[in-house]
């Protein structure tokens, strides 16, 4: 009988060391990961059957920069801790007002209702994955697992945390939900590459693109009006499409307000920009058209300065929501969709001028060098491509604003998330 129990432990042990897989082991319909390492590299997918909670996605340290981009970090960054824990993101709220601190006034929206759940899962297929409620069914089991914080909690054991929650007696929780701060305060672990992918991944729901589409459509219908007049009358292919420029214009007082506080902590002096400085700058730019549509992108709710349409240079025709009679296509929205809306108009602008201490700004930079990396470029700072982007807190040649491309090769979202000067240029 010894002998033949022997001889069964011994077959055992082979026949698991043989189908346990690499560093995987399945007991029960139970993947135990050894290593987050492991998972970054498989092609099976990230798992349906685990998932991870997280708090009500809010803008992140304050409303200075109000807009849907720091939502968008932290939905990337809770993802990109769902993919280090191998498990599926139960789809979270994102936040609708200006309030971030009273939660009452939170104004919650579900993610589906501004970008569209089924397509980002098809884009993210096997890079990360977004759940709903309803798929948790009956089963029970959930782990609460706070971040640490303070001084003492560092990058590397918060990353030390993923790792020990994404193996052993806390993997086996069908739902491991993460308490405490947003996930914009959290620790970043992931270069702006896989940032990038989970933002490519963001399809707006049709009901906002097409509020986007109608605004681009002024625009441009304004432009080739104006083109018109200014060639007399001319016809032709050359005036059937007007581009124009969109502006990031941060003059809001509260902006003005903290801008020049950090430019004193940070020793910093381009961070703030004037009204006179970013027209005289824009209108240094090289290549722009002799009439071109400048649309200004500014929070009309937080503006104290009603003369921003006044003092351009001769040829720069700006034009805010007001002006361009789409302001009523704004406020029918919350806060949060109108962002979303402007997003779009200066993501499709044919020329971008931003600050690079706004996340709003850098974001949509980010996105237009990846349309020109597509195209085969890895730099256009010293070329005219399609779609250049300029930052206006930086001067550049002959007072112009500085050329602007997204560094995608950055280990962090650093530069992005709070601001930064350096813009590859």
């Given at each position: ?390 930052a206006y807190n930086i001067p550049g040649e002959s007072n112009a604003p500085q050329k602007w491309m997204t560094n995608m090769s950055d280990s962090n979202l650093k530069a992005i998330s709070y601001g ?6």
């Amino acid at each position: 009988c010894l002998a033949l129990v022997t001889i069964a432990l011994f077959f055992r042990a082979i026949f698991l060391h043989s189908f346990s897989g690499y560093g995987v082991i399945k007991s029960n319909n139970l993947r135990l990961i050894l290593s987050p390492s492991v998972h970054l590299e498989s092609h099976e997918g990230i798992r349906g059957d685990k998932f991870l909670e997280v708090p009500q996605i809010v803008w992140g340290l304050n409303h200075l920069d109000p807009t849907l981009n720091n939502q968008k970090i932290s939905f990337a960054r809770a993802c990109l801790t769902a993919r280090v824990l191998n498990r599926t993101l139960l789809m979270p709220s994102l936040s609708g007002s200006l309030f971030y601190k009273e939660i009452d006034l939170l104004h919650p929206i579900s993610f589906d209702q501004v970008f569209q759940y089924e397509r980002f899962n098809s884009l993210c297929n096997r890079f990360v994955r977004l759940g709903r409620y309803s798929d948790l069914g009956n089963q029970t089991g959930k782990y609460d697992l706070r971040k640490g914080s303070g001084r003492k909690w560092t990058v590397e054991r918060d990353l030390e945390q993923l790792k020990q929650s994404s193996r052993g007696p806390i993997d086996k929780y069908q739902v491991i939900s993460i308490a405490g701060k947003n996930p914009f305060l959290w620790h970043d672990h992931w270069p702006v590459k896989d940032y990038a992918r989970v933002f490519e991944c963001l399809v707006l729901v049709d009901e906002i693109a097409k509020e986007a589409d109608k605004v681009v459509s002024k625009i441009r219908r304004i432009g080739r009006k104006l083109r018109s007049k200014t060639n007399f009358g001319a016809e032709g292919s050359s005036l059937s499409y007007a581009p124009y420029v969109a502006i990031h214009m941060r003059v809001e007082i509260d902006w003005m307000i903290h801008c020049k506080k950090l430019e004193q902590r940070s020793r910093i002096s381009q961070i703030c920009s004037s009204k006179q400085e970013i027209m005289e700058r824009v209108g240094n730019i090289v290549g722009l058209e002799s009439t071109a549509i400048v649309y200004l992108a500014v929070a009309d709710s937080l503006l104290n300065d009603s003369s921003i349409l006044d003092g351009w240079k001769i040829g720069l025709v700006p034009f805010e929501k007001k002006k361009l009679g789409v302001d009523g296509i704004y406020k029918k929205h919350p806060y949060l969709i109108q962002s979303a809306i402007d997003y779009e108009v200066c993501s499709r602008a044919d020329t971008f001028v931003g600050n690079s201490f706004s996340t709003f700004s850098s974001l949509i930079v980010l996105e237009r060098t990846q349309r020109v990396i597509r195209m085969g470029i890895t730099s256009s700072c010293s070329i005219d491509v399609r779609w250049p982007s300029y930052a206006y807190n930086i001067p550049g040649e002959s007072n112009a604003p500085q050329k602007w491309m997204t560094n995608m090769s950055d280990s962090n979202l650093k530069a992005i998330s709070y601001g930064s000067n350096a813009i590859s240029c």
